[in-house]
């Protein structure tokens, strides 16, 4: 029963992002967060070379994917949305790529790089993981890279802005162990107590092992929140993170409203954030 009711939580969740990522409104802002874009433009530049064989992942409006055909790379792109690639074909600098209509696991061919971004506001709730298992086994051909490469994600404790300083549940008398809803808060609204740390770092090229328990965390000062980041990196280099550094990404910061100085991250399911919960240690 429990595994039937995470399925229909997935099931519900895939529906949700597919018609969410068909609103070009929410492609807008990705175009418009140049760290992003700048960060995998510089990525691309370095990592994708003429005459290679390069596979965009979730392709949206095929900025990636126009990036690596500028180095001179066979590209194909897929996505899950006719009307994004609509978006995506219409562009004079997308001639020459393959736009198909598909999900990954349709995917037969073998390339040199694959690209993605396939990142929501908790790092790991597009299942990033389970997409780049599946095409390291089926489609990266020998010596290929994923780009990026690398993935860190952090639970750091922070203090927030005045215009979102919301009581947490326990300041009106409920158990301090209870699961609790994230709230979401632009990256400017927010301050780290201390210099970040990741809690859990992959090598996509790697077999990754996802984690469900992470440590136990404990800050000296008084927080008024838990706030989740992430950062994912090209040969050492951010590609692009969530971390609330200027300039700021478009993602905005997941926070789970405590003043706790000791906590424990529990992850049920990665790809779902309500299974996501701070818990008291």
């Given at each position: 029963m429990q595994n039937l009711f995470k399925w229909i939580l997935r099931f519900k969740a895939v529906k949700s992002r597919k018609t969410y990522f068909s609103n070009i409104r929410h492609h807008e802002i990705m175009l418009s967060d140049q760290k992003r874009c700048d960060g995998y433009r510089i990525a691309i530049s370095t990592g994708v070379h003429n005459g290679q064989h390069v596979l965009d992942v979730g392709t949206g409006t095929g900025l990636l994917a126009r990036f690596a055909a500028q180095q001179g790379a066979y590209v194909t792109a897929i996505d899950n949305s006719c009307k994004i690639l609509r978006v995506a074909k219409s562009h004079p600098e997308s001639i020459g790529i393959t736009f198909k209509r598909m999900n990954s696991r349709m995917v037969k061919d073998y390339f040199d790089v694959i690209i993605f971004?396939?990142?929501?506001?908790?790092?790991?709730?597009?299942?990033?993981?389970?997409?780049?298992?599946?095409?390291?086994?089926?489609?990266?051909?020998?010596?290929?890279?994923?780009?990026?490469?690398?993935?860190?994600?952090?639970?750091?404790?922070?203090?927030?802005?005045?215009?979102?300083?919301?009581?947490?549940?326990?300041?009106?008398?409920?158990?301090?162990?209870?699961?609790?809803?994230?709230?979401?808060?632009?990256?400017?609204?927010?301050?780290?107590l201390r210099d970040p740390v990741p809690v859990w770092t992959c090598k996509f090229q790697d077999a990754i092992e996802i984690p469900l328990n992470l440590f136990p965390f404990e800050t000296s000062d008084v927080p008024d929140a838990?706030?989740?980041?992430?950062?994912?990196?090209?040969?050492?280099?951010?590609?692009?993170?969530?971390?609330?550094?200027?300039?700021?990404?478009?993602?905005?910061?997941?926070?789970?409203?405590?003043?706790?100085?000791?906590?424990?991250?529990?992850?049920?399911?990665?790809?779902?954030?309500?299974?996501?919960?701070?818990?008291?240690?």
């Open positions: 971004e396939l990142f929501g506001s908790f790092g790991l709730n597009e299942g990033v993981l389970d997409t780049i298992s599946d095409l390291r086994y089926r489609c990266l051909s020998q010596n290929g890279e994923f780009l990026p490469d690398s993935f860190e994600l952090f639970c750091e404790p922070v203090h927030i802005s005045q215009f979102y300083n919301i009581l947490p549940l326990e300041s009106f008398g409920f158990p301090i162990n209870m699961p609790i809803q994230w709230h979401k808060i632009p990256p400017e609204c927010v301050t780290l838990w706030a989740i980041f992430f950062r994912a990196s090209y040969r050492g280099v951010t590609v692009c993170e969530s971390l609330p550094f200027h300039p700021y990404s478009h993602w905005n910061i997941p926070i789970f409203k405590t003043t706790l100085r000791q906590v424990h991250l529990k992850i049920v399911d990665t790809f779902l954030p309500e299974t996501w919960v701070i818990l008291s240690i």
